[in-house]
């Protein structure tokens, strides 16, 4: 039996104020092709569906197209919710959908019902654990600890005792499982909102060695935990330090021994990520950066002081640039300019007063008509005050 592993599609969710919505569309038209072309028998989707609890129209409509699309391929199609998502909204109606081939797990109960799949020699068990928010869940798990560890090792325990059932049957049973959380060992992304302070909310990976194979959903650089205990991550980058990453699924094969293979299967880019750093002057006329003209953009000027409408002129060649960061290169022997307080202690005058501050705020120096203007307003209120 084929599998195809899938996680964290935050469906609505924004890249620095722009939609998303088509670009999250074509990669999941991608994952659709995927399905067909890798006769894929059963796709997992290892929880944030949606990106925030009460998502747009705009994704909710996604997500219903998707599913739809993803079943018609034949493929059953196994859902658990994510931190992002609400388990209550996503997992409704999951008692209708399962006759329809999508199973929905959100909550405890259905946790321990699991979809088996029947492979001929073998049966598949997929066992969906819902994200566990550990103060909400701890009593009815029966722990003491409000701990992420500590309901997961719980919720696994539960699950253990209905598959020790299933085993003794006549068919081998290869045992999947899907968790949303924060594996240890596992690399974060800046998209990845955190579950806990402390590093409270990391599960040792062991407790997900006791299954064939552990989709696992949260981290959004795809990875290998353990040999069987995998994160696809996010099929799109939703931050720059996910520029490097390369996004996509794993596809994984089933016999009556237990899993055969796994195979990485890449998803295309339909944006890229650029970062970029120099001079304002030199990123505009570097022919080495014709890449990145198409790409969302990350740039940090370098020059000695911030450039006038700085912003608007980087736009001018890299149109999508999201992020305009600013660190003034003093190497090269500039020494670097006295602080705000130094600048403010040694100020001899009223104009040398204003113009630090201009330059403290939006850190440029005023120019000489801005001095004018300042001397001139100075001027008129010292004349101002004297005729009181």
Same mark, same amino acid.
């Given at each position: ?114 979809? %088996? ?260 307003? %100075? ?10």
């Amino acid at each position: 039996m084929r599998l195809l592993h899938t996680s964290d599609w935050h469906l609505g969710r924004t890249f620095h104020g722009a939609s998303l919505i088509e670009a999250q569309r074509a990669v999941l038209q991608e994952i659709i092709d995927i399905t067909i072309n890798q006769q894929v028998d059963a796709v997992l989707i290892s929880g944030d569906i949606y990106d925030r609890a009460l998502p747009h129209v705009d994704a909710v409509q996604l997500c219903n197209w998707v599913l739809r699309e993803l079943r018609a391929t034949g493929a059953a199609v196994v859902v658990t919710s994510g931190n992002h998502d609400s388990a209550s909204r996503l997992g409704f109606g999951a008692e209708l959908l399962d006759s329809a081939g999508v199973h929905i797990i959100a909550d405890l109960q259905r946790m321990l019902l699991p979809v %088996i799949r029947d492979a001929g020699d073998h049966r598949v068990a997929i066992y969906g654990i819902p994200y566990l928010e550990p103060r909400m869940v701890m009593e009815r798990l029966g722990v003491e600890k409000a701990s992420h560890e500590a309901v997961v090792r719980a919720a696994i325990a539960r699950i253990e005792e209905g598959l020790a059932q299933l085993r003794a049957g006549e068919k081998p049973v290869v045992s999947i499982a899907m968790a949303h959380l924060f594996a240890a060992g596992g690399y974060g992304s800046d998209s990845e909102r955190e579950l806990s302070t402390g590093n409270l909310d990391v599960v040792p990976a062991e407790l997900f060695e006791r299954f064939d194979y552990s989709a696992l959903g949260h981290l959004h650089g795809r990875q290998k935990v353990k040999e069987h205990v995998r994160y696809s991550g996010s099929p799109l980058a939703y931050s720059f330090s996910e520029a490097t990453q390369r996004k996509g699924v794993w596809l994984i094969d089933t016999n009556a021994r237990g899993i055969e293979s796994v195979q990485e299967v890449l998803l295309p880019v339909p944006k890229k990520l650029a970062i970029l750093k120099g001079k304002l002057a030199e990123l505009l006329a570097d022919p080495e950066l014709e890449s990145a003209v198409d790409s969302w953009c990350q740039v940090t000027l370098t020059d000695s002081e911030r450039p006038a409408d700085a912003m608007a002129t980087i736009r001018t060649r890299f149109p999508d640039t999201v992020v305009l960061n600013f660190a003034p290169d003093h190497a090269g022997g500039d020494a670097k300019p006295a602080s705000y307080a130094e600048r403010m202690a040694k100020a001899a005058s009223t104009e040398q007063v204003v113009g630090d501050f201009m330059e403290h705020v939006r850190e440029r120096a005023a120019d000489e008509l801005e001095r004018e203007v300042i001397g001139a307003v %100075i001027q008129a209120t010292r004349e101002a005050q004297a005729s009181q």
